[in-house]
T-cell receptor, first 115, second 114 residues
Framework: DARVTQTPRHKVTEMGQEVTMRCQPILGHNTVFWYRQTMMQGLELLAYFRNRAPLDDSGMPKDRFSAEMPDATLATLKIQPSEPRDSAVYFC?????????????FGPGTRLTVL | AQSVAQPEDQVNVAEGNPLTVKCTYSVSGNPYLFWYVQYPNRGLQFLLKYITGDNLVKGSYGFEAEFNKSQTSFHLKKPSALVSDSALYFCAVRDMDSNYQLIWGAGTKLIIKP
């Protein structure tokens, strides 16, 4: 049963610390998405990769957030320095070719709390 | 610009009754529509999608959705609700102008009462 995996599942950190979240997309998937979910804003797209290349990161605060895909089996989302307003659940999703009929499959999420 | 709306923040249904969760969309061209479900403390799970063809799409867990082009709607339905269907439901539409990303509705909380 192929699944998207995310680590860590929970993270509590203090303001100013660096946070790194990792995602392993489903093997063979060519697209990776990072989303943030909060009660106030709902589901927001932060970054979108296709074949490991960033296609869109317009939803990401550039001064503190960065997203990369070092290889096809790993996507990372970093926050440096973290702030209390970054507290949210961060989801990674992966998909096939990213075409119009493609389906995204979500990981279980990383719940981040910044004190 | 393309958009999707879920007009109800919450829907309450008695167990055993039929349920409907509403979704309307606005797109230029043919719509590609999706429903996802999110259980507490879990990621979103894909339920079903409309690409083309039959207006009634069947999905996981006994859910189905009816595509109505004239009303620009894609409502999620189930003939008989279960308490375990209680969750947050998201409708999404493909953004044909922006790398085929998904545009997400705000979500509808479905509560099934025993």
């Amino acid at each position: 049963d192929a699944r998207v995996t995310q680590t860590p599942r929970h993270k509590v950190t203090e303001m100013g610390q660096e946070v790194t979240m990792r995602c392993q997309p489903i093997l063979g998937h060519n697209t990776v998405f990072w989303y943030r979910q909060t009660m106030m804003q709902g589901l927001e797209l932060l970054a979108y990769f296709r074949n490991r290349a960033p296609l869109d990161d317009s939803g990401m605060p550039k001064d503190r957030f960065s997203a990369e895909m070092p290889d096809a089996t790993l996507a990372t989302l970093k926050i440096q320095p973290s702030e209390p307003r970054d507290s949210a659940v961060y989801f990674c999703a992966s998909g096939g070719d990213g075409g119009r009929t493609d389906t995204q499959y979500f990981g279980p999420g990383t719940r981040l709390t910044v004190l | 610009a393309q958009s999707v709306a879920q007009p109800e923040d919450q829907v309450n249904v008695a167990e055993g009754n039929p349920l409907t969760v509403k979704c309307t969309y606005s797109v230029s061209g043919n719509p590609y529509l999706f429903w996802y479900v999110q259980y507490p403390n879990r990621g979103l799970q894909f339920l079903l999608k409309y690409i083309t063809g039959d207006n009634l799409v069947k999905g996981s867990y006994g859910f189905e959705a009816e595509f109505n082009k004239s009303q620009t709607s894609f409502h999620l339905k189930k003939p008989s609700a279960l308490v375990s269907d209680s969750a947050l439901y998201f409708c999404a539409v493909r953004d044909m102008d922006s790398n085929y990303q998904l545009i997400w509705g705000a979500g509808t909380k479905l509560i099934i009462k025993p």
